[in-house]
């Protein structure tokens, strides 16, 4: 697929017991059908050729020339197919019996990967039938050709050398150190194992627990397929789980106790980009690993994988709770270490809107971890020529609920004067917006010199990106709470701080329904006439933005592609185009501000700060990514 995108689909067949013929019919349906679907990739449970539970009939040579004959059958219905197949079966080679994961492409075998980890406990007694596999390199003959057969095999597309393939089969996963800790260090980027995990109470969650740490250990793709219908259920019982995960995310996964396909895309895109950033995986193909090269079809196909339009903020209001609590902690945590180091009170400019909201709402949760009395805030609000009645009533409204003193000092004069004082004209541009800005964090500043004070910045991640801020404006402050918080999650922070605290709700909800604006422009007859989103575009798009371009360094072109999936029927293409553009030019010139910030606590993957995470000339020309919105 386009995009570095390689769609994957983990299958599992209703098998007959010790029934190779039988299953081999199943197998090449679901073949067909994974095939019809666009697929890719195919991989398919542990010893599905005759079933993992044969037994004893694992040593008879009818099991094993009827399932040699099944595997030569599934070979020739892969003729004409450019998937990718792995197929679960025993192998017997050099007098000893395997259970191995079998390669296919178009008709031919390309690889025979056996088995590691032959677990003996429990209910488990492989090692009564099965040799490991450990250390082979050798080769095999296999429906009448000749493959590599080993455990240090790794399969690599032609076209595109970030979607290299290995394969680990059930147990290996769960052992000390996996097969794919080994084969990722080589350089494969997706995982596949063959399965024949049985169900128990709890073992389903387990088993994505150990899953989704290990494609997030290993930057990778993890494509699970385990046995099901049809194993015999004498003492233990299998429920067919499939589970696709990508980097320490389940992208997709089955129902237990089905049958059938379980299909989405993992991306190799972003998994190489995420190795190149981690930077820790050592290249060992030089260490005696064998390349097996396949086809790799990069047609273009619509992806079904799910885009979350706010990648910032979880799905789930239970995750989402939990999360808020978590920043929350962290970020009040942070500013009470800043507070107790200094010794100095928080000094905050409230102006009724959505950012200085959630640093006071910090500021009161560090005063109590801190244990000091919340009247010892010192909060000033500094209504200008911009500010709405909305946003007073705002202000009044959290000076009641949080019981603290809010002061009052108007700028509309000093701005007057000083506007006169330099001269300047009665036009109603940047210059008279950002006085504002100055002015405010001027009395801000010296209030917390003259009253032993630390500023407390209220800008948050979103408008960093954007430089939506005045240089040595609101841009400055003695520590940025908000810094990594991107807008929308700030309104999902003060929305759960206002269910927690029923008292806050009230005040919260008006902040929350109040129009994002700088008010840095004349009010209209008290109302705001300055509309952030009008004049820059939605936060929604713009966080969306961010979190792709930075997070993962991807191409203008992808993220655009994935916008319009996530926001279909909310945005026109040609509008998240304009916003788009907008957003990377905005992110390019305004480097110059975000090298100078102040600290303030990182909270989720991505910050901006200069100090640690982003690190950019200002003078980065943003041609190149313009270019790509195609």
Request: hydrophobic share 40%; aromatic share 8%; glycine share 6%.
């Amino acid at each position: 697929m386009k995009y570095g995108f390689i769609k994957t689909a983990a299958a599992t067949p209703n098998i007959n017991i010790a029934n190779p013929s039988a299953n081999a019919v199943e197998i090449v349906k679901l073949i067909k059908q994974a095939n019809s679907s666009g697929a890719e990739l195919l991989v398919f449970p542990e010893l599905c050729v005759t079933g993992y539970t044969c037994g004893e009939l694992f040593l008879s040579d009818i099991l094993k020339h009827s399932a040699n004959n099944a595997l030569t059958a599934i070979c020739k219905a892969t003729v004409g197919k450019k998937i990718l197949i792995f197929v679960g079966s025993p192998i017997w080679a050099k007098g000893k019996l395997y259970s191995c994961a079998v390669a296919f492409q178009n008709g031919k075998v390309l690889a025979v990967i056996p088995k590691t980890a032959l677990p003996t406990y429990s209910e488990f007694y492989e090692l009564r039938h099965f040799s490991s596999g450990k250390n082979i390199s050798s080769s095999i003959e296999l429906c009448g050709q000749a493959a590599f057969f080993g455990t240090d095999i790794i399969l690599e597309a032609e076209s595109n050398d970030n979607v290299k393939i290995a394969a680990e089969i059930c147990e290996d996963m769960f052992i000390v150190s996996p097969p794919s800790n080994r084969y990722a260090q080589a350089g494969a980027s997706i995982i596949v194992n063959l399965s024949a995990s049985n169900e128990l109470i709890g073992k389903s969650d387990y088993r994505k627990t150990l899953i989704k740490s290990q494609s997030g250990r290993l930057a990778s793709g993890y494509l699970y397929a385990s046995a099901g219908t049809g194993e015999s259920v004498s003492d233990i019982i299998f429920s067919g789980h499939r589970i696709i995960a990508e980097n320490g995310e389940i992208l997709d996964e089955s129902e237990l106790f089905t049958s059938g396909l379980t299909i989405c895309e993992i991306d190799t895109q972003k998994l190489a980009y995420e190795r190149r950033r981690l930077n820790v995986f050592e290249n060992t193909l030089s260490s005696g690993y064998r390349i097996v090269k396949f086809n790799f079809n990069e047609a273009s196909a619509a992806i079904v994988r799910y885009i979350p339009p706010l990648p910032f903020v979880p799905d789930d209001l239970k995750s989402i709770s939990a999360r808020a609590e978590l920043i929350l902690q962290m970020q009040s945590r942070a500013l009470a270490e800043r507070l107790k180091l200094t010794g100095l009170n928080a000094v905050i400019g409230v102006s009724g809107g959505l950012d200085s909201c959630l640093a006071l709402l910090v500021i009161l949760r560090s005063y109590e971890i801190l244990e000091k009395n919340k009247k010892d805030i010192i909060a000033v609000t500094m209504p200008g020529p911009g500010t709405s009645s909305q946003t007073v009533k705002n202000v009044s409204k959290l000076e009641e609920a949080f019981e603290i003193q809010i002061r009052k000092i108007p700028i509309t004069d000093i701005i007057e004067k000083h506007l006169k004082d330099i001269k300047y004209s009665s036009e109603k541009n940047t210059a008279y917006e950002n006085s504002q800005a100055r002015e405010r964090t001027q009395i801000l500043m010296d209030i917390a010199n003259a009253e032993k004070g630390l500023v407390v910045g209220t800008g948050d991640l979103s408008e960093n990106a954007l430089g939506w801020c005045t240089y040595n404006g609101d841009h400055m402050s003695m520590y940025a709470v908000n810094s990594s918080v991107p807008k929308t999650l700030v309104k999902y922070l003060i929305s759960y701080e206002s269910e927690r605290i029923n008292k806050y709700k009230k005040s919260l909800t008006d902040i929350l329904n109040t129009e994002i604006s700088p008010e840095l422009l004349p009010s209209d007859n008290g109302e705001i006439s300055q509309k952030t989103e009008k004049l820059i575009g939605p936060y929604e798009l713009h966080d969306f933005f961010l979190y792709y371009t930075i997070r993962f360094g991807q191409n203008p072109d992808k993220t655009l592609m994935f916008a319009c999936k996530a926001f279909k029927g909310i945005y026109k293409k040609e509008e998240i185009k304009k916003h788009f553009r907008v957003f990377i030019k905005r992110f390019f010139s305004n480097q110059f501000k975000r090298n100078c910030t102040p600290d303030g606590v990182k909270i989720g993957t991505i910050s901006l700060s200069p100090r640690g995470d982003w690190r950019m000339a200002s003078e980065s020309s943003e041609k190149e990514w313009l270019k790509d919105i195609k």
